[in-house]
């Protein structure tokens, strides 16, 4: 199963809270994940703490799933951190600003394992 959904990024307080130490366990628990609906996790057939590939003309990556009820059909959020900016748009159309969001995404189950960020950050090498 996949879901189509528009991928936003912004910050957390946890992300904030942890960002002075980015190669934490603390920091990746903050950033390292995907949320959905519960109508758009029941559509992919796996539950919260699964993980998922979430997939842009931008890029890949894996993260966890989480469960926001708030969020709208088809809307998924990654906090801001190096696994956002591993599918976020990298042209930043002169403002130093990549685009953060409305991105087109794929996201679908995996057995593959959440990189550390130094595991994620040595596959741009």
Known sequence: MALN????????IN????IEN????????????CELNPKDIGALGISPGSCVSVKTD??????KLKENKGNPDGLAFIPMGPW???????????CGMPGFKGIPSRIEPTEKKV?????????YK
């Open 58 to 63: 931008h890029g890949d990556v894996v993260v």
């Open 22 to 33: 980015k190669t934490s366990s603390d920091y990746q628990e903050a950033t390292a994940y």
């Open 5 to 12: 959904a528009i991928l936003i990024t912004g910050r957390t």
């Open 84 to 94: 956002a900016n591993a599918v976020v748009n990298p042209d930043t159309r002169g």
């Open 15 to 18: 992300q904030g809270a942890t």
């Open 115 to 123: 990189l550390t960020m130094k595991e994620l950050i040595a596959r």
